[in-house]
């Protein structure tokens, strides 16, 4: 039994955020705990939004606006133990204020696999795609993590990128160990050329490995710059879950710089698994 850790936010929970949660959490044979976290900042800068002709500032007494978070947060715990029991989850559940990142990292400490919906923001202002929630959370969790999109299909391949690093393998094998249920699902090794290495890194003890856990497997080879052949082959993907290196770690340790693992958080709509040692 492996403990996953999902993140909602209290403010902005949609019931839909539950089906990849579930899936992730069935997938895994896992445990789930919904940490239903309220930014502790929410009640103390003015809430901006757009209106039709621009932007609003909510001039609102903190008073008022502690009030309407207050109900907020009560309705939407309300929505969540209603749409977990439709969906016959029992998860562990835990309420939580703080600042986001910081709980979340602790959280993860103590988890074997945490799960983030794509547009987690906890933003009281304008946010950044993806959200600079969901990028601190993969810069800094001390567990895998799996960024889930709006809509989570089920998988029908595994694709690993791989480039021949320690953490390219780390986190295939991070993966496969979470998974274990997943060995009949086939998966797609995915090497783009760097330095003119047309053959695939240490491909002998790779398909060693891959060939004891998975029963089909299938490698392939992309020449030209890495970062836009590898989306090109998600770009129109949703039936897949993809597993990335080491994300926003130094530049020795880390597999693809945060702008490439960015992209496809911001352009495919599948999940996503990141990890590093």
Known sequence: MKKIVGVIDALNFTPSQLDGFDYITREAGGKLTLVFMENILATQLPLTGLHADGVYTDLRTNAELAADVAKRKEENLVKLIHACRER??????????GIPI????????FADLLLISHNTSFATLFDSN???????????????????????????????????????????RQFTQLFPGMRDIPVQVIYVVEGGAKELPHE???KNYLEIHYDEVKYTVLN????????????????????????????????????????VLRTVNIPVFITHP
Do not use: W
């Not at 016959?88 to 204020?97: A, F, G, L, R, V």
């Not at 890495?226 to 880390?254: I, W």
């Open 204 to 206: 002998k003890l790779l």
């Open 102 to 109: 910081l709980k979340i990292i602790a959280e993860s400490r």
């Open 88 to 97: 016959d989850m029992e998860p562990d559940m835990h309420e939580t204020t």
């Open 224 to 263: 030209g710059e890495p970062r836009a052949e590898f989306l090109a082959q998600l770009m129109h993907r949703r039936d897949c879950l993809v597993t990335y290196g080491a994300y926003g770690r130094s530049r020795m340790s880390r597999f693809f710089h945060r702008s490439e693992a960015e992209n």
């Open 130 to 172: 993806p959200t600079r929630f969901v990028k601190d959370a993969l810069a800094e969790a001390e567990c895998p993590v799996i960024v889930i999109p709006e809509k989570l299909n089920p998988a029908r391949e595994v694709i690993f990128a791989y480039n021949g690093t320690s953490s390219s393998m780390y986190a295939i």
